[in-house]
Each structure stands twice: as C-alpha cells, then as structure tokens.
C-alpha cells in the first residue's frame, strides 16, 4: 500500500508537500489520488493524477493553491500545498487507482495509505 509523509503542523498561508511512496508494481501505470478527512466529516476528494502525469484534477476548494505531481521513476506522487487555511485541516490520504486514470470517485481507488495529519492554524 502507499505510504504518506511530510503533514505537520503549520500557520495559516505556510506551505506543506505531501509525499506518497508506492511499490512501482502497483502505481506506476495507474493514477493516484489524493483524499483528506477533517473531524466530524466524511472523506473529500483533493486531487489526482493520472498513470503518466498527463492529466490532473483538483476540487474546487484547493485549485490555485495545490498541484499534484509525480516521479515515475521513484514511483513518487507530490502534493504541494501552499497558501493553507485552517480549512485545510485534516488527515491526508494517499490511494492508488484501478486504472490509469481515476479522477474524484474513491471507487476507482484500490490501495489507501495510512494518512498523514496536516494542521493549520489559524
């Protein structure tokens, strides 16, 4: 399964960069997605990429402020977060698609990672 890293705690308008580690055996020719889950709510889409970077998706609440990438060859997908508000909140998940491309639907996702946490203060 993937492996998160880089949550923290930050203040409002810092930046963070997720990282999500897969074995190349089962993301490098499949889309990968980012969700996040904030206390007392369900789990939101963030943002995908698809199995060779070509295309990406990103729910409205974070387009301009996040972008999504990945590293083939390390079979690494980034999350670059920046200008954070305490609505960013929350612990981030990294999944692994069915296919190569997989877009908001967390039914196309087929391996979850742990989560990491990501705090802003306000």
């Known amino acids: 399964r993937p492996v998160e890293s880089g949550g923290g705690l930050v203040q409002a308008g810092e930046s963070l960069r997720l990282t999500c580690a897969s074995p190349r055996r089962t993301a490098s020719n499949n889309a990968v997605g980012w969700f996040r889950q904030a206390p007392g709510k369900e789990r939101e889409f963030v943002s995908s990429i698809s199995w060779n970077g070509g295309s990406t998706t990103y729910a409205d609440s974070v387009k301009g402020r996040f972008t999504i990438s990945r590293d083939r060859a390390t079979s690494t997908v980034y999350l670059q977060m920046n200008g954070l508000t305490a609505e960013d909140t929350a612990v981030y998940y990294c999944?692994?698609?069915?296919?190569?491309?997989?877009?908001?639907?967390?039914?196309?996702?087929?391996?979850w990672g742990q989560g990491t946490q990501v705090t802003v203060s306000s």
């Open positions: 999944a692994v698609g069915r296919s190569s491309f997989a877009g908001a639907d967390s039914g196309r996702y087929q391996y």
